[in-house]
C-alpha cells in the first residue's frame, strides 16, 4: 500500500475525532489577548496526539513537533477568534460546538479552529505512520490574530529565535491552494480647524469641511489605484472606515477630525508609497492643517506580555512554480487523482509576517469557506477537516523530492 492511500485511510478513521476536537476547541470561547484557557486544552490534545517539544512562547503561542529532521515545515493555526455578535442572529449557540448534518457549528469553526483540529489530526496520522523524513514537522496554535495579523509570527521569529524553512496556514481556502494575497495597513488622517460660535461660522475654520473633502479625496484616491503587474492579487484599495469630528460644543464650528483608512496593499506598494498617496490626495484637494500616520498596536497578551508593532502587513507572494506550491500541487494530486485549484487569498493572514516581513516561502490550505469568516451561524464541513488532515500528512512526503 503506497503512501497516499495510507494516508487517506487513517485521515478517515479519525474523521470523527477530528470533528469532535473542533467542537471541543469552539467550546472554549476565546479572544485576542484572552486565550489561555483554549491553549490549555489544545496542549493537552497536542499531547495526546504524539507531539513532542511541546512549548508556550512569550506572547502565549504554542508549538509542537512530529518528527527529527534537519529542515522545518511549519503549519499555523490561530487560535483566538472575534466576537459571536448579535447571538439573536445565530440558529445554534454560538459556542455549543454542534455537530449535526455533516458540520461543525459555532464561532470559529472555520476562522480559524477547523485548520487547528485538522492539523493535530496530521499530526497523529505522521505519528501512527512513524515519520521519520528530512522535516521536522511544526504546528502552532498561534494568538492575538484577529487583533494584529501576524504579530505571533513577528514575536516567534524575532524574539523567540524560531525560524521555519517552509510554512503552510491553515486559513479557510475552500480546498484551494492559495499562494499569496494582498497585504493591509491602517491610516490615521488628523485634521485641524479654528472653532468659533456657530452663529458666525465664517469666522472659524471648520474641520469636519476639511474631513469631508478628505473623504471624498480618498474615494478618488481609491479609484486611481491600479492591480500588481501580472493581476493575482488585484488592485489595491483604500476607504474610510470612520469618521470622528470634535469642537468646543453642539453650538461651536469643530475645530479637530480623524478620519480611519483601511488600505490594502497589492505587489509593489507599502506604507511609505501609501502614505505618501495619502498626502499628496489630500493636499491637490486643498485640505490644509492636517498630519497622516500609521497607527500602532500595543495591547497585552494574556502572559502580561506587551509587544508592539506598527499597523502594517506587507503584502506577499510566492511564485507558482516554486518548490513549496508544486510539492502542495503533488500532494493534492497523488491524494485525490486531480490537480487543486490554485488562488489567493481576499482577507488578511499570518503569513504577512512569515512571508511578507521574513520572506519565509508560504502556502495556505485550509478546511472551509472565507465567506464563513466573522458571520452568524459558522460552521465548517467535517468532510474538509478529513481533506485536510490528509493533505498535511502527505505534504512533507511530497516537499521532500523538491529541496
Not at 35 to 62: F, H, P, V, Y
Amino acid at each position: 500500500m503506497n503512501i497516499a492511500r495510507k494516508i487517506l485511510d487513517k485521515a478517515r478513521a479519525y474523521r470523527d475525532y477530528s470533528a469532535k476536537n473542533l467542537s471541543a476547541i469552539i467550546q472554549v470561547p476565546a479572544f485576542s489577548g484572552t486565550e489561555k484557557e483554549r491553549i490549555q486544552l489544545l496542549e493537552g490534545l497536542c499531547r495526546e496526539a504524539g507531539m513532542e517539544d511541546l512549548r508556550i512562547d512569550g506572547l502565549g503561542s504554542l508549538i509542537g513537533r512530529v518528527g527529527k529532521g534537519s529542515k522545518n515545515l511549519v503549519f499555523d493555526a490561530h487560535i483566538d477568534t472575534v466576537a459571536a455578535g448579535d447571538e439573536s442572529q445565530w440558529k445554534s449557540p454560538p459556542f455549543s460546538g454542534k455537530i449535526a448534518d455533516g458540520l461543525v457549528h459555532g464561532r470559529g469553526a472555520t476562522d480559524q479552529l477547523g485548520g487547528a483540529a485538522a492539523m493535530i489530526s496530521a499530526a497523529r496520522i505522521l505519528r501512527d505512520l512513524s515519520y521519520q523524513g528530512d522535516f521536522s514537522l511544526w504546528f502552532s496554535f498561534t494568538v492575538l490574530e484577529e487583533d494584529c495579523d501576524g504579530l505571533c509570527w513577528k514575536h516567534l521569529i524575532e524574539e523567540e529565535g524560531f525560524v521555519p524553512d517552509f510554512a503552510v496556514s491553515t486559513e479557510p481556502t475552500s480546498l484551494r491552494l492559495y499562494r499569496g494575497h494582498r497585504g493591509r495597513m491602517e491610516i490615521q488622517i488628523d485634521v485641524r480647524g479654528r472653532s468659533c460660535h456657530g452663529s458666525a461660522p465664517e469666522r472659524g475654520d471648520s474641520a469636519a469641511y476639511k474631513a469631508a473633502r478628505a473623504a471624498l479625496a480618498i474615494e478618488k484616491l481609491n479609484g486611481e489605484l491600479k492591480p500588481d503587474e501580472d493581476e493575482f492579487l488585484g488592485k489595491g484599495t483604500i476607504t474610510v472606515s470612520q469618521i470622528k469630528v470634535q469642537g468646543p460644543s453642539q453650538c461651536a464650528v469643530p475645530d479637530q477630525a480623524m478620519l480611519y483608512c483601511d488600505r490594502r496593499l497589492t505587489w509593489g506598494e507599502n506604507d511609505r508609497i501609501a502614505i505618501a498617496q495619502v498626502e499628496k490626495a489630500l493636499g491637490e484637494a486643498g485640505v490644509d492643517n492636517f498630519s497622516v500616520a500609521m497607527p500602532e498596536y500595543r495591547k497585552p497578551a494574556y502572559t502580561g506580555k506587551v509587544y508592539a508593532q506598527e499597523l502594517y502587513f506587507p503584502t506577499w507572494k510566492i511564485k507558482a512554480d516554486h518548490p513549496l506550491v508544486r510539492a502542495g500541487v503533488e500532494a493534492y494530486g497523488e491524494l485525490y487523482n486531480k490537480p487543486p485549484v490554485v488562488d489567493k487569498w481576499t482577507f488578511s493572514t499570518n503569513c504577512v509576517a512569515i512571508c511578507g516581513r521574513h520572506s519565509i516561502p508560504c502556502i495556505g490550505f485550509g478546511p472551509g469557506d472565507e465567506v464563513q469568516a466573522h458571520a452568524p451561524n459558522e460552521v465548517n464541513r467535517i468532510e474538509d477537516l478529513e481533506i485536510c488532515s490528509a493533505f498535511y500528512a502527505a505534504l512533507p512526503y511530497a516537499l521532500e523530492k523538491r529541496v
